[in-house]
């Protein structure tokens, strides 16, 4: 009686290690402790916190390494300087931001974060020259003697709005507002100023706000600008193409440029980590897009356009896999 009732307990005993093993479904799984990360975003009113919490709730549900929470931020700027700090280990910024944090420039003067790794490039944020449909300004040449909102002191826009103008040779022609562009809206509304500059993805909802009752235009930014801030090292910057309709004034297809929002990681996170988490990325970009339009641009086709920081070796090993050239100026 005594070993048989041994052998019951022995039984049983094994029986609750051999389900602490197995999932519902009976899977095996590994008893690694997934590393925990914090992803940086943006304020909930913007594309990046969605995008930032669903990437989030995905790594978790799918990463046998990884798991992930997202917190909303003062998005890139703050998401920079937070990976540098360690608050975070990964966010979602503008490549012209993190391309200013690794090299120290700029609001990081002194400052470089090199630990600052680059992931993916993921959608376009077209740096728009908005100007009243019924304006007489055409190009950006005619800004000249002009009163322009150039955004927020320190702001990336406000950076973007100096880079282009002093490609186009009007910079220091132009009456220059720092004003962001919940402000800039109204006074281009009340013809307080000519023109008003910002940076985010199209259409814009501010736009839309004042295009409904006051018609615009957004400036057309030439080859020969693009081409002249490339050959001056601003290698983030893409083309992009405003269409016709985008809002209420804008009557055809202009061509300007636009930076991309990109996925970026610490340093100090494990390759293994880093590569589960592109892997994610694109293998359920689908739930991504049901959260919004923006994830509808997420492509491997164009995962590396304007990467302006290096790449983490655990996103250059999926790539690879996945056949892609890595350019040597981004492979470091």
């Given at each position: 009686?005594?070993?048989k009732?041994?052998?019951?307990?022995?039984?049983?005993?094994?029986?609750?290690?051999?389900?602490?093993?197995?999932?519902?479904g009976?899977?095996?799984?590994?008893?690694?402790?997934?590393?925990?990360?914090?992803?940086?975003?943006?304020?909930?009113?913007?594309?990046?916190?969605?995008?930032?919490?669903?990437?989030?709730?995905?790594?978790?549900?799918?990463?046998t390494?990884?798991?992930?929470?997202?917190?909303?931020?003062?998005?890139?700027?703050?998401?920079?300087?937070?990976?540098?700090?360690?608050?975070?280990?990964?966010?979602?910024?503008?490549?012209?931001?993190?391309?200013?944090?690794?090299?120290?420039?700029?609001?990081?003067?002194?400052?470089?974060?090199?630990?600052?790794?680059?992931?993916?490039?993921?959608?376009?944020?077209?740096?728009?020259?908005?100007?009243?449909?019924?304006?007489?300004?055409?190009?950006?040449?005619?800004l000249?003697?002009?009163?322009?909102?150039?955004?927020?002191?320190?702001?990336?826009?406000?950076?973007?709005?100096?880079?282009?103008?002093?490609?186009?040779?009007?910079?220091?022609?132009?009456?220059?507002?720092?004003?962001?562009?919940?402000?800039?809206?109204?006074?281009?509304?009340?013809?307080?100023?000519?023109?008003?500059?910002?940076?985010?993805?199209?259409?814009?909802?501010?736009?839309?706000?004042i295009?409904?009752?006051?018609?615009?235009?957004?400036?057309?930014?030439?080859?020969?600008?693009?081409?002249?801030?490339?050959?001056?090292?601003?290698?983030?910057?893409?083309?992009?193409?405003?269409?016709?309709?985008?809002?209420?004034?804008?009557?055809?297809?202009?061509?300007?440029?636009?930076?991309?929002?990109m996925?970026?990681?610490?340093?100090?996170?494990?390759?293994?980590?880093?590569?589960?988490?592109?892997?994610?990325?694109?293998?359920?970009?689908?739930?991504?897009?049901?959260?919004?339009?923006?994830?509808?641009?997420?492509?491997?086709?164009?995962?590396?356009?304007?990467?302006?920081?290096?790449?983490?070796?655990?996103?250059?090993?999926?790539?690879?896999?996945?056949?892609?050239?890595?350019?040597?100026?981004?492979?470091?």
């Amino acid at each position: 009686m005594k070993w048989k009732i041994l052998g019951i307990i022995f039984v049983l005993a094994l029986g609750l290690v051999v389900s602490g093993c197995t999932q519902q479904g009976g899977t095996t799984t590994s008893s690694v402790e997934k590393t925990k990360i914090t992803i940086y975003t943006g304020g909930t009113s913007g594309v990046y916190f969605p995008l930032g919490s669903k990437y989030a709730e995905l790594l978790t549900k799918y990463g046998t390494v990884v798991s992930a929470e997202a917190v909303t931020s003062g998005a890139s700027v703050a998401n920079a300087k937070a990976i540098g700090d360690g608050n975070a280990q990964a966010a979602i910024l503008q490549n012209d931001v993190a391309y200013y944090a690794y090299n120290g420039l700029y609001m990081f003067q002194g400052t470089a974060i090199k630990k600052l790794k680059g992931v993916a490039a993921l959608y376009p944020e077209t740096v728009q020259f908005v100007v009243r449909a019924d304006s007489d300004i055409k190009s950006l040449e005619d800004l000249k003697g002009k009163k322009v909102a150039i955004g927020a002191p320190g702001s990336g826009t406000a950076v973007a709005a100096e880079q282009v103008l002093r490609a186009a040779g009007v910079w220091d022609s132009i009456e220059k507002v720092n004003q962001k562009f919940s402000e800039a809206a109204q006074s281009l509304k009340l013809g307080q100023v000519d023109a008003a500059v910002l940076v985010a993805g199209i259409p814009t909802p501010a736009v839309n706000q004042i295009a409904v009752q006051t018609p615009v235009r957004v400036l057309p930014i030439p080859d020969e600008t693009l081409n002249k801030l490339k050959d001056e090292g601003y290698i983030f910057y893409v083309r992009q193409i405003v269409p016709k309709g985008t809002y209420n004034g804008v009557e055809e297809d202009t061509p300007t440029v636009a930076v991309k929002a990109m996925l970026a990681v610490s340093a100090d996170l494990p390759d293994n980590v880093v590569y589960e988490m592109t892997k994610i990325l694109y293998e359920h970009v689908e739930d991504l897009r049901a959260v919004h339009q923006k994830a509808k641009l997420i492509s491997l086709d164009t995962a590396l356009d304007g990467m302006s920081i290096p790449l983490h070796p655990g996103a250059i090993k999926y790539y690879e896999e996945k056949g892609l050239s890595i350019p040597s100026e981004i492979k470091g």
